[in-house]
Nanobody, 127 residues
Framework: QVQLVESGGGLVQAGGPLRLSCAASGRTFSNYAMGWFRQAPGKEREFVAAITRNGGNTDYADSVKGRFTISRDNTKATVYLQMNSLKPEDTADYYC????????????????????WGQGTQVTVSS
């Protein structure tokens, strides 16, 4: 059983930064790609960013490209999302997730490919 625990959410002013963390349990963290998704009130959960198991490849939603950076530390079994230049439209609950297929390097933006999810952390960006 894999557990994912997000942290780092909070209230931030527009233009400010925030860094989310997601700590994973289990010894297989380094075998899997990881992703971040978000869900705003009344909207569907959407892809934000993903990173392959060794960090060599990343993918981002167009809405966050150039502002958000995903990274991981396999020694700590943790994935991060550095969010800069935040906008009010970034307000949402943010979830990390583990991809279901070991070593997957493409198609990481599809929500259906992930099998373990964290409980989410809330991010509110004030204008």
């Amino acid at each position: 059983q894999v557990q994912l625990v997000e942290s780092g959410g909070g209230l931030v002013q527009a233009g400010g930064p925030l860094r989310l963390s997601c700590a994973a349990s289990g010894r297989t963290f380094s075998n899997y790609a990881m992703g971040w998704f978000r869900q705003a009130p009344g909207k569907e959960r959407e892809f934000v960013a993903a990173i392959t198991r060794n960090g060599g490849n990343t993918d981002y939603a167009d809405s966050v490209k150039g502002r958000f950076t995903i990274s991981r530390d396999n020694t700590k079994a943790t994935v991060y999302l550095q969010m800069n230049s935040l906008k009010p439209e970034d307000t949402a609950d943010y979830y990390c997730a583990r991809h279901s297929i070991p070593g997957r390097i493409y198609g990481l933006a599809s929500r259906g490919g992930y099998d373990y999810w964290g409980q989410g952390t809330q991010v509110t960006v004030s204008s």
